[in-house]
């Protein structure tokens, strides 16, 4: 089954505490992009990739990291987390325009990560 | 840059009335175009999408959207609202790198 996987899908953790949450897909998607989500304003892009080892920022990517070693896997990873990092994050993939026989570029969404720093 | 504006945060409408949710797009080139629906406590499914061709199109549920190229617009529509399709809706452009609008809550009533 064509999925984006995310774990964990909650975390409560603390202030500084480093922490990771993976995000995997097996459709063989080139881009990848992470987003959360807070009430009133939508979902904000923090990273994206369009390729192994190609990240570029968001529009929110202050206390945030990510890697892309692998195409498959694209993992968040907050060095020191705030509280004002509380959010509901999404990871998602898509194909790029033009990639395989289809113009389909919808994103596929992981069924989210609900993190809580305190 | 693109960018995504949904003018209304919130829409009441009766089970039965008909619905328009409006999306307005900031783009450079001919946009992809996406509506997604987000049901409380769930992640989001895709409602339709827009690359090219017919600017008339349709989606799951029961929905259609528009383009207007002319206006930079891809507003939403739905005959007839049913009790389920209480939830928030979100308009995106982009392709592969995604933009979103901030979301406008639809509650249905009886």
């Known amino acids: 089954e064509a999925q984006v996987t995310q774990n964990p899908r909650y975390l409560i953790t603390v202030t500084g505490k480093k922490l990771t949450v993976t995000c995997s897909q097996n459709m063989n998607h080139e881009y990848m992009s992470w987003y959360r989500q807070d009430p009133g304003l939508g979902l904000r892009q923090i990273y994206y990739?369009?390729?192994?080892?190609?990240?570029d920022k968001g529009d929110v990517p202050e206390g945030y990291k990510v890697s892309r070693k692998e195409k498959r896997n694209f993992p968040l990873i907050l060095e020191s987390p705030s509280p004002n990092q509380t959010s509901l994050y999404f990871c998602?993939?898509?194909?790029?325009?033009?990639?395989?026989?289809?113009?389909?570029?919808?994103?596929?969404f992981g069924q989210g990560t609900r993190l809580t720093v305190v | 840059a693109q960018s995504v504006t949904q003018p209304d945060i919130h829409i009441t409408v009766s089970e039965g009335a008909s619905l328009e949710l409006r999306c307005n797009y900031s783009?450079?080139?001919?946009?992809?175009l996406f509506w997604y629906v987000q049901s409380p406590g769930q992640g989001l499914q895709l409602l339709l999408k827009?690359?090219?061709?017919?600017?008339l199109v349709q989606g799951i549920k029961g929905f259609e959207a528009e383009f207007k190229r002319s206006q930079s617009s891809f507003n939403l529509r739905k005959p007839s609202v049913h009790w389920s399709d209480a939830a928030e809706y979100f308009c995106a452009v982009g392709a592969g790198d995604m933009r979103f609008g901030a979301g406008t809550r639809l509650t249905v009533k009886p």
């Open positions: 827009y690359f090219s061709g017919d600017t």
């Open positions: 998602a993939s898509s194909l790029a325009p033009g990639q395989g026989a289809s113009m389909n570029t919808e994103a596929f």
């Open positions: 990739s369009m390729n192994v080892e190609v990240t």
């Open positions: 783009y450079g080139a001919t946009p992809y």
